[in-house]
């Protein structure tokens, strides 16, 4: 089998988008988008090693790389569209091929986001997507529009795929719901269409809360105040916060790709209205200040957020 069998054997699915002009199969693709609307896009690349363990199976793989993505899709209050793989294999394996296939097909279909083509080369394993989501004009979710007053939000619970990816490091069982965290998260594209229009400032969190709020704070140029109190910890971290009394994987560990967002006060009446629509749990963790900076209030351990390059 060579890479052009691969693509078709594995890649070339059929899809109903009528947009779709050029799909798998040839140069690159071509799309049709409407004139009143943007184009957001997003890649990421998933390495063996560094994102995922050779433990791993190829089916947790697929997901994993797909949801990242769209997951910084949702953060821009975007439509998920289209994408292109680039994958890299060290060998051929088809049964291994047919899995990942198989996955990420079905998050595919699941958030009805079409395959328009990509590359496969041998070399190490990684997987590489870009994501292309469309939005009405000028309404993208940015992360510097958060002003002092805006209350701080996450959404359904935060710490629980680190705490598996601790546990795993730590020779302890993650529970199943943990681990299916870790390995398949949900990205939150409802919500982050919900948060269109409400939202002040939005960041998926991938790299840790204090890390990822950060960012929200430096380009709006505000500080925020949370309360460790507050935080929606699931109850296997909660029990661990209550025995040890530490907050890092909480608030420092990634892997969540859960929405943080900023709302005004006079739109959280809308935001809870727009929330009667979509089944997610919401949390306010705390308010955006005019002082630079985080407080967290009673935290005062040294961990820091995860960082590719120190």
């Known amino acids: 089998m ?5 693509i078709r054997e594995y890649f070339n699915w059929p899809s109903t988008d009528s ?21 957001v896009t997003s890649t990421d690349t998933l390495i ?11 089916r947790d793989i697929a997901h994993k790389a797909l949801a990242v993505n ?8 975007g439509r998920a569209k289209y994408f292109t793989l680039a994958l890299s294999l060290p060998k051929i394996d088809e049964h291994w091929l047919g899995e990942f296939s198989s996955s990420m097909k079905q998050l595919a279909e699941r958030f009805k986001i079409s395959l ?22 000028g309404s993208a979710l940015q992360r510097s529009g958060a002003s002092p007053g805006d209350g701080v939000y996450v ?12 546990q795993l490091n730590n020779n302890q069982k993650p529970s199943k719901g943990n681990l299916e965290k870790l390995n398949r998260p949900i990205p939150r594209l409802e919500l982050g269409r919900a948060l269109n229009g409400i939202a002040s400032a939005c960041i998926d969190v991938s790299d840790g809360l204090e890390q990822d709020l950060g960012h929200i704070l430096d380009c709006s140029n505000v500080g925020a105040i949370i309360e460790l ?17 530490d907050y890092s994987i909480a608030l420092c560990g990634g892997d969540d790709y859960e929405l943080c967002f900023s709302v005004p006060k006079r739109q959280r009446e809308w935001l809870l209205k727009r929330l009667q629509e979509i089944d997610i749990r919401i949390t306010q963790i705390g308010e955006i200040t005019k002082s ?17 390059f120190r």
């Open 48 to 58: 063996e090693g560094v994102h995922f363990s050779s433990q791993v199976g190829p």
């Open 19 to 39: 947009n779709i002009v050029v799909g798998v199969g040839d140069d690159a693709a071509v799309v049709n988008v409407a004139t009143s609307q943007q184009l």
């Open 2 to 6: 060579n890479e052009f069998d691969l």
């Open 292 to 308: 630079l900076g985080l407080e967290i209030k009673g935290y005062s351990n040294n961990s820091s957020s995860y960082q590719h």
């Open 116 to 137: 328009v083509g990509g590359d496969t080369t041998k070399g190490p394993l990684s997987i590489t997507i870009n994501v292309i989501g469309t939005l009405e004009i």
């Open 155 to 166: 959404s359904n619970t935060i710490g629980s795929a680190a705490y598996a990816w601790w």
């Open 229 to 245: 109190a507050d935080l929606p910890l699931d109850e296997e971290l909660s029990d661990y916060v209550k025995r040890t009394s």
């Open 70 to 77: 769209l997951s910084d899709i949702a953060a821009m209050g």
